[in-house]
């Protein structure tokens, strides 16, 4: 379990330096310069990223059960999960709605991902993990909303056309993911 915690709090720490420490984000970006601030970031990130995963994986050989959820819970977590991947895709997307209403549809998918998961599942690595990025995801939403109001940021107006395309995409990876690459990358069969 010390291994995902330790990953967790590199993961989590290096992408909450914003929401804690951004006039030192700042300090050190202007030092190092972009290039090497992007570098260091990205390899904490990796670093912390392998080792939560690795971690999760040996967290589950020792399985801590808190609670049994009802099945019912478990169909639901795959609409949240499947909201969660169109509010990803709004991220990317050019000129949808989701990202002009919400600003970060990004932060608003790992958090419905993060507590459709909580729902679904009730072992402790579960709620470790889960926990983490559904804190992390709330924190980081508000703060960037509130940066966004502070600095007047207005994102691009919607269009249907980029709506379609949002929803599409996130149906397509909600699906490709759901129905193959879960059970192949997490070993959890979420649909069958």
């Known amino acids: 379990m010390w291994l995902l915690i330790l990953g967790l709090v590199l993961f989590l720490g290096i992408h909450s330096i ?3 420490a951004n006039d030192w984000r700042e300090q050190l970006l202007a030092r190092l310069g972009e290039k090497k601030w992007k570098g260091l970031y990205s390899v904490i990130s990796i670093v912390g990223f392998v080792l939560l995963i690795y971690g999760f994986g040996q967290a589950r050989l020792q399985p801590v059960l808190l609670y049994v959820p009802p099945m019912w819970l478990r169909h639901l977590n795959a609409l949240f999960t ?31 991902w993060a507590f459709g998961h909580l729902l679904a599942t009730g072992m402790l690595h579960d709620v470790v993990l889960f926990g983490a990025f559904l804190l992390w995801a709330v924190l980081d939403f508000v703060v960037s909303r509130r940066r966004d109001r502070l600095a007047g940021t207005v994102y691009p107006a919607g269009t249907v056309r980029g709506d379609a395309i949002t929803v ?9 993911f759901a129905f193959a690459l879960h059970a192949w990358l997490i070993g959890v069969k979420p649909m069958g």
Do not use: Q, S
């Open 18 to 20: 914003r929401i804690f």
């Open 82 to 112: 499947l909201i969660a991947f169109i509010l990803i895709a709004a991220a990317y997307v050019p000129n949808n709605h989701f990202k002009a209403r919400l600003g970060h549809p990004m932060l608003a998918g790992v958090k419905t």
């Open 168 to 176: 599409l995409a996130g149906l397509v990876g909600w699906a490709v």
